[in-house]
């Protein structure tokens, strides 16, 4: 029988944190140029969110291999919930960039954004060490985070129902504070199996040998999904005028076909390598196809297909990541892997820049990146497939 460890906290965490960070992740680019900022000064403020997110995430999952994950998980969530009551309940501009750079908006606006915090991947490995248990402990995860972001995206479509002014970015944002603050409180009846004691300072070599290949895959991704995606409701505005209530209701639809996506994953049968690798690709292609798109609708359409695809990814990702990492290691192995996506995020500077010059580069350029990024992960990583099937 395998232990439960107050699993159904942890899911009513994500369901309500990914409400809330995803408002504000899918609303922080619209808002800022809302109060006046250009888009190369909304893609620096975006790159300031990512090394603050990159320097965090390090530094927890290295006291979460020592202390805890769960703590880390709880610091995480107040740490957020803060950021969004700056945000309710300020109208200073140099308030507002500090909320959003301290508030875990840095990195992609997908389906899976409101899954994943410090010390989530390495507590799901600490507690569930079978690898299938694992891919269907995070499908389970991504999929109610992913259902939940529609959530997110909802407020952001009905913003203009309810106060098509500034203040009604505010007026969510406190809601935003609210979910984020009841996501701290039910980590608190999560359980965690007992850790075992630290024997090296950072890692094992073992440990590191392997993730510095995942690393190396994440770096070229990360830094294609920063020129991509950060911006992307705000590029939708740009390129086809798009409102926030279809900017909102594109996201709805990605983040369900998302969540149908992390559903799957538990019941694909394939190596969770070349699945991880394949829709790494896809996800690739589809921001090209998407840059080239002439039409909103089908841009939209590619978005929502690449939830889908997405969706699939990730819980398999997530599982190959912790292959070759030794136990004691499971939270820096992780922030680790995240730090490399995170600063190669940062690319989002110059997100800004590609958008004034031309409104395709950013998603193509990204794409690309992408797309070579999966090819490299299937490449670096095979050899590990190997050997555990020998």
Do not use: C
Not at 1 to 17: A, C, D, F, Q
Request: zero cysteines; proline letters at 3%; a positive charge.
């Amino acid at each position: 029988m395998v232990e439960n460890y107050g699993y159904s906290y942890l899911l009513l965490s994500r369901i309500t944190r990914s409400i809330g960070i995803i408002y504000i992740t899918l609303s922080s680019s619209l808002y800022l140029s809302a109060i006046g900022l250009k888009p190369e000064i909304i893609g620096i403020v975006f790159l300031g969110a990512i090394a603050f997110s990159s320097i965090l995430n390090l530094s927890l999952g290295m006291l979460g291999d020592r202390y805890g994950y769960k703590r880390i998980l709880i610091l995480t969530e107040f740490i957020a919930a803060s950021a969004a009551l700056i945000l309710s309940i300020t109208v200073n501009v140099y308030l507002i960039i500090i909320a959003i750079i301290i508030g875990g908006v840095g990195g992609a606006a997908g389906g899976v954004r409101g899954a994943f915090s410090p010390g989530l991947t390495a507590l799901v490995a600490s507690n569930w060490r079978d690898e299938k248990e694992r891919v269907k402990k995070m499908s389970f995860l991504m999929s109610a985070a992913s259902f939940s972001g529609i959530g997110g995206s909802f407020l952001l479509a009905l913003r203009s129902y309810i106060n098509n002014s500034i203040e009604g970015y505010r007026i969510l944002y406190l809601i935003s504070f609210l979910l984020l603050l009841i996501s701290g409180i039910s980590l608190f009846f999560v359980k965690e199996n007992k850790r075992p004691r630290k024997t090296t300072r950072i890692m094992q070599s073992s440990s590191l040998k392997y993730i510095s290949k995942v690393i190396i895959s994440n770096s070229i991704t990360g830094f294609g999904l920063g020129l991509a995606i950060p911006l992307l409701p705000l590029w939708f505005k740009l390129a086809f005028y798009a409102n926030s209530f279809q900017i909102g209701l594109i996201f709805t639809l990605s983040y369900l076909t998302t969540a149908l996506g992390s559903l799957l994953a538990s019941k694909i049968k394939f190596e969770p390598l070349h699945v991880a690798s394949i829709t790494r690709i896809l996800n690739g292609v589809f921001l090209i196809a998407m840059a080239l798109s002439p039409w909103l609708s089908l841009a939209a359409s590619l978005y929502i297909l690449r939830g889908l695809n997405a969706g699939i990814g990730s819980p398999n990702r997530t599982a190959v990541n912790v292959r070759g990492v030794s136990e004691e290691d499971f939270g820096t192995a992780s922030s680790l892997q995240g730090l490399a996506t995170r600063f190669s995020q940062m690319s989002s500077g110059l997100s800004g820049y590609l958008l004034d010059y031309s409104l395709p580069l950013p998603l193509e350029i990204g794409g690309i990146l992408q797309a070579i990024g999966g090819y490299l992960y299937m490449k670096l990583l095979s050899s590990n497939v190997k050997a555990r099937s020998h």
